[in-house]
């Protein structure tokens, strides 16, 4: 979680700062969330941040953090039936992961 204070730090610091932030996952997300509070910034007002992980955490937040669910499971499912396919060495098509907002 220091990167996301770390690179929180190096944004809020920009003269044309962001307006928004989506970080690579919840952890780094909630450590942005803290450095910009800590700095008197207002979520989602000031800055709007979000994760990537849907985690247990993001729902603990005040405010809540907005996180991205990946569904790993299934996720992980679907590489393997890929890869299987590679192996075999078949066609594989175009591949989309729907994910949604919480």
Known sequence: MHCGRKLMDQ??????RPTAILCINDYVAISAM???ISRGMRIPEDIAIAGFDDT?????????LTTV????EQLGRQA???????IQKEKVGSIQWPTKPK
């Not at 393997?80 to 590679?86: E, F, G, R, T």
């Open 34 to 36: 803290k450095t910009a």
């Open 11 to 16: 944004f809020l610091s920009m003269p044309n």
């Open 69 to 72: 669910s990946q569904h790993s």
């Open 56 to 64: 247990q955490l993001s729902s603990a937040m005040n405010p809540e």
């Open 80 to 86: 393997m039936a890929i890869l299987s396919k590679l």
